[in-house]
């Protein structure tokens, strides 16, 4: 079903520098460290943060395929669509990187808010403005990750045939980062107030996870007939 209403307001408040979620940015850790700090007792990284890596490994499969089919033998009438692909998964990749620093600090910031006394003027709304922002951010996610779904689904169909797993694990891992988003969103939602914006945006995810789960079919019968 296709949501016509408009989502008003994804506005995603800057963080400022004293932040405490992290000293460094998360996804400049090394992978051995950035998992031991999900496994600790901080409340980040967490699921949104894990969101976003998962769909950057993904994208990275993605350029994979696209590398290894360039150039090959037998590929030159897709050439210039791997290139292309290439071109659209890395732009993808290093915004999902970014994304596991924009959930931390946009977690931050709700727990910020919400520890403002009681009597803080406006308190109520800069605390659901704190639960939007927390919610635009894997949103956002969830709706570029759809873009990704679609580049996977084109490598996996004409890209080398010998990485053709790679090209299905990158559309389950992109499939499953879309699903993790979105549980982060809906966790968010039932926090705010506003019942346009939560019927919008739930609306809006229901949409694009219905046209998600078509190219997931397409992509598991490209790969079952390769």
């Not at 990275?60 to 037998?74: D, Q």
């Not at 639960?131 to 169909?157: C, H, M, N, T, W």
Request: glycine letters at 6%; aromatic letters at 6%.
């Amino acid at each position: 079903m296709a949501v016509f209403c408009r989502i008003q307001a994804i506005k995603i408040k800057c963080i400022s520098e004293d932040t405490d979620v992290s000293e460094k940015k998360l996804c400049s850790m090394p992978a051995e460290e950035l998992l031991a700090a999900t496994a600790s007792k901080a409340p980040v990284p967490g699921g949104g943060g894990i969101a976003a890596l998962t769909a950057a490994s993904a994208a990275a499969l993605v350029e994979m395929v696209a590398n290894l089919t360039i150039g090959k033998k037998g590929y030159e009438k897709v050439e210039p669509m791997m290139q292309e692909i290439r071109s659209q998964a890395e732009v993808l990749r290093l915004r999902y990187q970014a994304g596991i620093d924009e959930d931390a600090r946009a977690f931050e910031g709700v727990i910020r808010a919400v520890r403002l006394p009681k009597d803080t003027p406006d308190r109520t709304a800069v605390v659901q403005q704190a639960f939007k922002d927390a919610a635009a951010i894997p949103f956002a996610l969830g709706k570029d990750i759809f873009v990704l779904l679609q580049l996977s689904e084109q490598v996996v169909r004409y890209g080398n045939a010998w990485v053709i797993t790679d090209g299905a694990i990158a559309a389950m891992n992109a499939r499953a980062a879309m699903r993790s988003a979105f549980y982060s969103v809906r966790i968010n939602l039932k926090s705010i107030t506003d019942k346009e914006y939560v019927h919008c945006m739930t609306g809006a995810m229901v949409d694009i996870e219905q046209k998600a789960a078509r190219i997931e079919e397409t992509v598991e019968k490209e790969y079952q007939s390769r």
